[in-house]
């Protein structure tokens, strides 16, 4: 088999690089070590920057987010019960965010895909690229007994974190950073309706509380929880009687609960991995960066490499122009690093971290107070949360 352009990974992703270089008439082919029930199992993201969005709407795949999102101007920070509100639209020069979850974006890049005939393979087993830093590179992946060759002039890594890419590119050329933070975030989707119209990101020293949501009968609720805690630990009432006493008396008063649809626990870890090309392979999105998800960055970050990549394959495809490739890794790591640092700044904020300094408690605690007190810095929060320009 041959194509211009080998995607690992049928996540959003690849998914969505898949679509915008159809779309312009660049061949690909999408390999998925999952099937397609598996990747649409998974609960995930929930806050969409307009950039995502723009990008959505691009790869003709925006009809349904457009139809069923909410946009949302602003967000609630509550502080040991005292809940305030940071206007997005007002902070950041008139944007907003979108609601829509990560399962749904990704059904419709996957109809979109079926759509146009385009090729995601599932159920791919043993992907592995191969030649690399040669003109000819190519990737394997088996299915069943049989092992399948795909030869293309491009291999994009967008196989998430513990994808198969990265771990190609030899140790003495990869650089990694990474920070592991002392808890997990507990996470439960449930039919219930939402407990607030806009999110609730709390601080508590009982420890962090999220109140998000995927449409107005959907609920989506986080607690902070150890590390050593597993799903099984916590039942349903147990679940909610924690969020409660996380939230401010009258919140908690509000929340509707119900039965849980899905109950998950996600480590929160800060992760880079630089350079992002090595010869012709490409990373992108969660293969090469990893943020807690306090910020709501993580697929956002992934929508910044698709564009750039996208465009540097374009202009190579059509124009001749390669500089959209040389100089992509050193593009997409300097918006990469920006989302580290808001994620990181945002978690640190509003999470109890284990053996703390009553120092480092008290700091994060002004870093709050001075928030509230500055309209520049509540600015600076606004146009991280909206997404920089890519
Ligand atoms: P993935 O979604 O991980 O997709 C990679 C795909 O590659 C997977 O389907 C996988 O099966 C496949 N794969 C892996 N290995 C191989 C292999 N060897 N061969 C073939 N295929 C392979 N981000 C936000 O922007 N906003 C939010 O509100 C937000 N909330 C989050 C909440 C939680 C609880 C979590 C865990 C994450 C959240 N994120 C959020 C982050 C976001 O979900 C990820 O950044 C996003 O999924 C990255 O997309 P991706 O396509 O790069 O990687
Ligand atoms: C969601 C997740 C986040 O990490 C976040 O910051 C906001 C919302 C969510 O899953 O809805």
Request: proline share 4%; hydrophobic share 35%; aromatic share 10%.
């Amino acid at each position: 088999m041959r194509t211009q352009v080998a995607i690992i990974g049928g996540g959003p992703s690849g998914l969505m690089l898949s679509q915008l270089l159809h779309l312009k008439g660049i061949d690909n082919i999408v390999l998925e070590r999952q099937s397609r029930e598996y990747v649409l199992g998974r609960i995930r993201a929930g806050v969409l920057e307009h950039g995502f969005a723009k990008l959505m709407r691009e790869a003709q795949c925006g009809e349904r987010m457009d139809r069923e999102g909410e946009i949302h101007d602003g967000f609630y920070i509550s502080d040991n019960g005292n809940m305030r509100r940071v206007d997005l639209h007002k902070h950041s020069g008139g944007s907003s965010v979108v609601v829509y979850g990560q399962t749904e974006l990704t059904r419709d890049l996957y109809e979109a895909r079926d759509k146009m005939n385009g090729v995601v393979i599932h159920n791919a087993e043993d992907v592995q690229p191969h030649d690399l830093k040669s003109d000819q590179p190519y990737v394997t992946y088996r299915k069943g007994d049989e092992v399948v060759r795909i030869d293309c002039d491009y291999v994009i890594g967008a196989d998430g974190f513990h994808g198969v890419s990265r771990k190609s590119i030899p140790r003495d050329v990869l650089k990694e950073y990474e920070k592991v933070y002392p808890f997990g975030w507990l996470g439960v989707l449930s039919r219930t309706k939402p407990v607030s119209p806009e999110l609730i990101y709390a601080k508590h020293e009982r420890g962090f509380a999220l109140c998000s949501l995927r449409s107005q009968v959907l609920s989506r609720y986080y607690i902070q929880v150890p590390l050593t805690d597993t799903v099984e630990d916590w039942s349903d009432d147990k679940f909610w009687d924690e969020l409660k006493r996380r939230l401010p008396a009258d919140v908690a008063e509000r929340l509707v609960t119900g039965p849980s649809i899905e109950k998950s626990i996600a480590p929160l870890r800060s992760f880079v991995a630089e350079p992002m090309r090595y010869g012709n392979l490409f990373l992108a999105g969660d293969a090469a960066h990893i943020v807690p998800p306090t910020g709501a960055r993580g697929l956002n970050s992934a929508a910044s490499d698709i564009y750039y990549l996208y465009h540097a394959l374009v202009a190579h495809y059509k124009e001749g122009d390669d500089t959209g490739l040389d100089n992509y890794s050193a593009k997409a790591l300097a918006r990469v690093w920006k989302a580290q640092r808001f994620s990181w700044w945002m978690t640190t904020m509003l999470h109890t971290f284990p053996d703390s300094l009553p120092y480092d408690q008290k700091l994060s605690q002004t870093e709050l107070e001075y928030l509230f007190s500055s309209e520049r810095a509540q600015g600076s929060l606004a146009e991280n949360y909206v997404g920089l320009p890519f």
